[in-house]
């Protein structure tokens, strides 16, 4: 199991930029693949960006492909996402989570075994 904490949420200007962090805790963090997701209010999570374990593949969701960057920090255990032009939709709560299976670059949050408590992002108009 891996424990992750994550940080650097607020709240931006549409246009604007913002690196969300997770740091997370445990022996499994650098044979995991991780996971960024996010939720809005009153709709379903959804899948964001996943890196794999050794940071050498990612996958995005099409609504972010070009602005957001998933990166990781093995040294660091930690995982990044850059978000640059950001626009009112990207507005959610984003969690990070871990799949075991550290090759896998999952969208499915039933691959993710272990979740962040999330952070808030919020752009405004």
């Known amino acids: 199991q891996v424990q992750l904490v994550e940080s650097g949420g607020g709240l931006v200007q549409a246009g604007g930029s913002l690196r969300v962090s997770c740091a997370a805790s445990?022996?499994?963090?650098?044979?995991?693949?991780m996971g960024w997701f996010r939720q809005a209010p009153g709709k379903e999570r959804e899948f964001v960006a996943a890196?794999?374990?050794?940071?050498?593949?990612?996958r995005y969701a099409d609504s972010v492909k070009g602005r957001f960057t998933i990166s990781r920090d093995n040294a660091k255990n930690t995982v990044y996402l850059q978000m640059n032009s950001l626009k009112p939709e990207d507005t959610a709560v984003y969690y990070c989570?871990?799949?075991?299976?550290?090759?896998?670059?999952?969208?499915?949050?039933?691959?993710?075994?272990?979740w962040g408590q999330g952070t808030l992002v919020t752009v405004s108009s």
């Open positions: 989570a871990a799949d075991l299976m550290g090759i896998r670059l999952s969208s499915n949050p039933g691959n993710f075994g272990s």
């Open positions: 445990g022996r499994t963090f650098s044979s995991s693949a």
């Open positions: 890196i794999s374990s050794t940071g050498v593949s990612t």
